[in-house]
């Protein structure tokens, strides 16, 4: 591969239950290869008042052209009217791990994510 590669790293925030329902649902969709739940304090205006949550913050690794399928299921899945969800370009990687981010969102049969 060259040094771009065709990932991307997609990351949104949510509840803990959410975030575990959002992560299989994507996993077993193989809309993403691997997810990160890293704890999280957010604190954003909502409303007019201010709010603090503590969260679960999903580091997501997948291919741009499942950016939409993947926002869309999170809004879906999401319990916020407006989650978050924004994508990142990744410029380069360890050449195995690409691979295989790749190999993991090609079409396939769902499996079921324990």
């Known amino acids: 591969m060259p040094d771009q590669h065709p990932l991307m790293i ?6 803990e239950h959410a975030a ?3 992560g299989h649902a994507l996993l077993n969709e193989h ?3 691997c997810i990160n739940l890293i704890p ?7 409303d007019e008042k201010f709010c603090t949550e ?3 913050l999903m580091m997501m690794k997948t291919t741009p052209e499942k950016f939409t ?7 879906a899945l999401h319990p916020y009217d407006v989650p978050e969800v924004i994508g990142f370009p ?7 791990y690409m691979s295989w981010v790749l190999q993991s969102v090609s079409p396939g049969e769902p499996d079921d994510v324990a």
Request: aromatic share 12%; with cysteine.
């Open 10 to 15: 997609i990351i949104s925030t949510a509840p």
């Open 20 to 22: 575990f329902d959002i």
């Open 31 to 33: 809309l993403v290869a």
């Open 40 to 46: 999280v304090r957010s604190m954003y205006w909502w």
């Open 54 to 56: 503590r969260e679960l």
């Open 69 to 75: 399928e993947v926002q869309e299921r999170i809004c």
């Open 90 to 96: 990744v410029a380069q990687g360890a050449e195995r």
